[in-house]
Nanobody, 120 residues
Framework: QAQLVESGGGLVQAGGSLTLSCTARSIRFSRYTMAWYRQAPGKQRDLVTSITTDGTTTYADSLKDRFTSSRDNAKGTVYLQMNSVKPEDTAVYLC??????????????WGQGTQVTVSS
C-alpha cells in the first residue's frame, strides 16, 4: 500500500533551522512530482514548494529565500530545509506526491503531516 511518511517536525526557536523528510513507500518515487504544503489552524492549506521528477523546484514567493527542497530518488525521500524560521511558519507540514500524465494528475498521495511549531 502506498504511503508517505513525514518526519523531522518539532519545536524550534525563531531564527533557527529545521529539516523535514518525507519517505515514500510502494510508489515509483522517481516518477512523482513531490510537494510540501502547510496548514495553520483555521487557515487554508498552502503550497510551500514543489519539485518535479527532474529536480526543478518552485516555491511560494514569500518562502523562497528561506526554504529549500530537494529529493533523493535512490532513497525515495524528499526534504524541506527550513532556515531562519518565524512564528508564522507554525503549521502542519504535509507531503504530497502526484503522478502526471501530461497535465493530468493520474495518481496522488498525501502524508499524515508533521507539526512544526516556532516559538518567539
Amino acid at each position: 500500500q502506498a504511503q508517505l511518511v513525514e518526519s523531522g517536525g518539532g519545536l524550534v526557536q525563531a531564527g533557527g533551522s529545521l529539516t523535514l523528510s518525507c519517505t515514500a513507500r510502494s510508489i515509483r518515487f522517481s516518477r512523482y512530482t513531490m510537494a510540501w504544503y502547510r496548514q495553520a489552524p483555521g487557515k487554508q492549506r498552502d503550497l510551500v514548494t514543489s519539485i518535479t521528477t527532474d529536480g526543478t523546484t518552485t516555491y511560494a514567493d514569500s518562502l523562497k529565500d528561506r526554504f529549500t527542497s530537494s529529493r533523493d530518488n535512490a532513497k525515495g525521500t524528499v526534504y524541506l530545509q527550513m532556515n531562519s524560521v518565524k512564528p508564522e511558519d507554525t503549521a502542519v507540514y504535509l507531503c504530497n506526491a502526484k503522478y502526471f500524465s501530461g497535465l493530468i494528475v493520474r495518481d496522488e498521495y498525501w502524508g499524515q503531516g508533521t507539526q512544526v511549531t516556532v516559538s518567539s
